[in-house]
């Protein structure tokens, strides 16, 4: 059974930082890309970033370039989403997804998505 769960979300103050972890089971990194998506009350799904093991894709929405940066530990199957920087902006409910085409998780496409994790951030 494929399973993603985020988790590492919480409240922080403007400028804070924060790691989100991502934890999958049920396929393998290599074979999937990664994303990391964000839904902020009365506003519409947006991903923040992704990327593909397979190709070495990597995409980071403009909002959140040269903040966050993406890692991963294979040996657990952990994709990471590392937040500097906070804003109140960012705050979201963050989840993770797997897609096996790299470029439609841009777009909001992917085959499996995981449960999430909020991130306040307050200034």
């Known amino acids: 059974e494929v399973q993603l769960q985020a988790s590492g979300g919480g409240s922080v103050q403007a400028g804070g930082t924060l790691r989100l972890s991502c934890a999958a089971s049920g396929f393998g990194f290599d074979d999937f890309a990664i994303g990391w998506f964000r839904q902020a009350p009365g506003m519409r799904r947006e991903v923040v970033s992704y990327?593909?093991?397979?190709?070495?894709?990597?995409y980071y929405a403009d909002s959140v370039k040269g903040r966050f940066a993406m890692s991963s530990d294979s040996a657990k199957n952990t994709m990471y989403l590392q937040m500097k920087s906070l804003k109140p902006e960012d705050t979201a409910f963050y989840y993770c997804?797997?897609?096996?085409?790299?470029?439609?998780?841009?777009?909001?496409?992917?085959?499996?998505w995981g449960k999430g994790t909020q991130v306040t951030v307050s200034s």
């Open positions: 990327t593909s093991r397979r190709d070495g894709t990597e």
């Open positions: 997804a797997a897609g096996r085409v790299a470029h439609r998780l841009r777009y909001g496409v992917a085959d499996y």
